[in-house]
């Protein structure tokens, strides 16, 4: 008898053993499929698009402002914390702020901007890029540096003759927001339909 129970244990563990192999091979063999195939033409528009959203806080940083449109399609959308611009010359006039609009105004402090967390889908030449940004402050070299805004960024871009451009992009801000975006100032989740 005693022998009979212990095959019969045995028999379970061996079938339970089985059956946890068959779904960990199954779960392998689908996972490629639920994550986006990589290639090296993949790679290399990720690196380009990760490229565009550094240069594009560089340039906002050197006081390129009036040059921020470039990185844009000519009919895009920059929606900044429901503050909506369409178009060139709209997001021209949104980034066209501080001493290019008043040159007597006092000069800003250097500011950086991290972005972290990167996720980019590509999908021929359409792609998806949400990342965390994180605002930095200098006030001098003997100070130390003081984190003043952080949010999201969810952006639709286009490769337009080879070159990636932003088609839409939602900033949306979750801590240190400026008071000029006060009064269309909603929280919320990704607005991107996934590609």
Do not use: C
């Given at each position: 008898m005693l022998r009979h129970a212990l095959g019969h244990g045995h028999h379970f563990h061996l079938i339970r053993a089985l059956a946890v192999a068959g779904a960990v091979l199954q779960l392998s063999l689908t996972a490629p499929a639920l994550a986006q195939q990589v290639t090296m033409e993949t790679l290399l528009d990720r690196i380009q698009i990760e490229d565009l959203l550094v240069k594009y806080y560089?340039?906002?940083?050197?006081?390129?402002?009036?040059?921020?449109?470039?990185?844009?399609?000519?009919?895009?959308?920059?929606?900044?914390?429901?503050?909506?611009?369409?178009?060139?010359?709209?997001?021209?006039?949104?980034y066209g702020g501080g001493r290019a609009r008043d040159p007597n105004a006092a000069?800003?402090?250097?500011?950086?901007m991290l972005l972290t967390n990167p996720v980019i889908e590509v999908k021929g030449n359409r792609a998806q890029a949400h990342v965390i940004w994180t605002g930095?402050?200098?006030?001098?070299?003997?100070?130390?540096?003081?984190?003043?805004?952080?949010?999201?960024?969810d952006t639709e871009l286009v490769k337009v003759d080879g070159k990636w451009l932003i088609s839409k992009r939602y900033i949306s801000s979750d801590s240190g927001t400026p008071d000029r975006f006060d009064q269309t100032f909603k929280q919320r989740d990704n607005p991107l339909a996934p590609l």
């Amino acid at each position: 008898m005693l022998r009979h129970a212990l095959g019969h244990g045995h028999h379970f563990h061996l079938i339970r053993a089985l059956a946890v192999a068959g779904a960990v091979l199954q779960l392998s063999l689908t996972a490629p499929a639920l994550a986006q195939q990589v290639t090296m033409e993949t790679l290399l528009d990720r690196i380009q698009i990760e490229d565009l959203l550094v240069k594009y806080y560089y340039d906002l940083a050197s006081g390129k402002a009036h040059e921020m449109s470039e990185y844009f399609t000519e009919d895009a959308l920059l929606d900044v914390d429901s503050t909506i611009a369409k178009g060139r010359a709209e997001i021209e006039k949104l980034y066209g702020g501080g001493r290019a609009r008043d040159p007597n105004a006092a000069p800003r402090p250097h500011n950086g901007m991290l972005l972290t967390n990167p996720v980019i889908e590509v999908k021929g030449n359409r792609a998806q890029a949400h990342v965390i940004w994180t605002g930095i402050t200098n006030h001098g070299v003997g100070q130390p540096p003081a984190l003043y805004e952080q949010g999201r960024e969810d952006t639709e871009l286009v490769k337009v003759d080879g070159k990636w451009l932003i088609s839409k992009r939602y900033i949306s801000s979750d801590s240190g927001t400026p008071d000029r975006f006060d009064q269309t100032f909603k929280q919320r989740d990704n607005p991107l339909a996934p590609l």
